[in-house]
């Protein structure tokens, strides 16, 4: 049995307001860091759902002020925050918290460690050289395609990690009759084949092309239900809105969903139709609870998702190879159950034990490797 590792003194630093994938993996991190004894300090914007769901979970918080413009403010009083209580690891889980981070702690013996999700490609510039390969001592990649996007803008090979997302893998699948409860609980008839998409309504999630899916399929298939949980706010949204309308009752909209794992209780199948996507954090989870994938052959997704064995890859951006994939799923009921185990099997490689293992060991080298950083 290995030795454990040294206790560390970390600041998690997210400036998003949402609760989306990165803010969820952060809470999975510093929830698996703590039970393994690091004092952890989260950094987040005032009145974000972070900072809500940290300070309930007894996280100590540190908020940056609302009105705070470029948060000017908020790194002077980050900065010492550090000092004071001798913050060893600065660990930052979106692009402008990377910024914050070095430039509340530029000078002081902190490591400095950046989560990468996204898929847009850095430009080859000096800023995003610096930002990558200066201002933090290690990058981490959720897959090996952000990884090779992150090397190709110029960033070392050395200081670049790939440490995938994680999640929760359930004890056992529910038994048939609990699944049943719960469809009865959310209104799903027996009989529904019923398909769901979990994402912030953002067009790189693609919930306009499930709904053209819905549309092709609403006259042939009148048993296969969508349901699309997540955030809607803005434009897209709702276009979004306005589809399903036009759709009817078999497109169900259930916004912002506090129990996952309830929600893939009662699907049968789970998409993921995205135009852009680093892994697949959602679809990861919907693995976990035994739901076989159709999903777009996009970033990282490849990587998860294994075509004809843990569910369907399909090209982005076409409703019609995404309405085949589900009409292909539903028409066969024990090749779908074959798959949702398989899937579940693929997603225990990734649990939230090993990301934070893996983690908790890069923080280890950086102190091994030696050196003060500035």
Same mark, same amino acid.
């Given at each position: 049995?290995?030795? +454990? ?19 969820? #993996? =952060?809470?999975?991190?510093? /929830?698996?860091?703590? $039970? ?12 974000? $759902? ?39 690891? =600065? ?16 000078? =002081? ?17 000096? %800023?995003?050289?610096?930002? *990558?390969?200066?201002?933090? #001592?290690?990058?981490?990649?959720? @897959?090996?395609? !952000? ?14 990690? !790939?440490? +995938? %997302? ?7 699948? /529910? ?12 209104? !799903? ?7 769901? &998409? ?23 298939? +009148? ?8 955030? /809607?706010?803005?434009?897209? $949204? ?29 699907? %049968?199948?789970?998409? =993921? ?7 697949? @954090? ?35 951006? @076409? ?18 159950? &074959? ?7 693929? $997603?225990?490689? *990734? ?9 908790? @060991? ?10 003060? +950083?500035?």
């Amino acid at each position: 049995m290995s030795e +454990p590792l040294p206790c560390r003194r970390i600041a998690h630093v997210d400036t998003g307001h949402g609760m989306r994938g990165g803010q969820v #993996q =952060l809470l999975m991190l510093a /929830r698996g860091l703590g $039970a393994r004894g690091h004092r952890q300090w989260i950094v987040c914007p005032e009145g974000s $759902a972070v900072e809500r769901r940290a300070s309930a979970e007894g996280f100590p918080v540190f908020a940056l002020p609302r009105y705070d413009l470029g948060h000017a403010y908020g790194m002077l009083e980050l900065r010492g925050k550090i000092c004071q209580e001798g913050i060893e690891i =600065l660990h930052a889980h979106d692009g402008r918290g990377q910024t914050l981070a070095w430039l509340a702690s530029v000078g =002081l013996a902190v490591r400095r460690v950046a989560s990468r999700r996204v898929t847009f490609q850095p430009r080859r510039s000096l %800023d995003s050289r610096w930002k *990558y390969g200066h201002s933090c #001592q290690e990058v981490i990649a959720v @897959s090996n395609y !952000v990884r090779n996007l992150i090397v190709r803008s110029g960033v070392p090979e050395g200081r670049v990690a !790939v440490i +995938p %997302d994680g999640c929760e893998i359930p004890a056992a699948l /529910r038994e048939r009759g609990e699944r049943d409860r719960v469809r009865e609980t959310w209104g !799903v008839a027996p009989e529904t084949f019923a398909v769901g &998409q979990v994402g912030a309504f953002t067009p790189e999630k693609g919930q306009d092309i499930t709904l053209e899916a819905a549309q092709l399929l609403r006259a042939t298939h +009148p048993r296969i239900s969508w349901h699309l949980a997540g955030e /809607r706010s803005g434009a897209y $949204a709702r276009q979004v809105e306005a589809q399903a309308r036009a759709i009817g009752e078999s497109v169900r909209l259930l916004g912002y969903v506090e129990s996952l794992a309830d929600f893939c209780a009662y699907l %049968d199948l789970f998409i =993921l139709p995205s135009k852009a996507e680093g892994l697949g @954090s959602s679809a990861l989870l919907a693995m976990a609870h035994g739901l076989p994938v159709v999903a777009s052959r996009v970033g990282g997704v490849p990587e998860i998702v294994e075509d004809g064995k843990t569910g369907w890859l399909v090209e982005p951006g @076409s409703p019609s190879a995404l309405a085949e994939a589900v009409s292909r799923a539903a028409s066969d009921p024990e090749r779908l159950s &074959q798959m949702g185990l398989a899937a579940r099997e693929k $997603a225990k490689s *990734y649990s939230s034990d090993i990301m934070v293992e893996r983690t908790e @060991s890069l923080y280890d080298r950086l102190f091994r490797a030696g050196g003060i +950083p500035v």
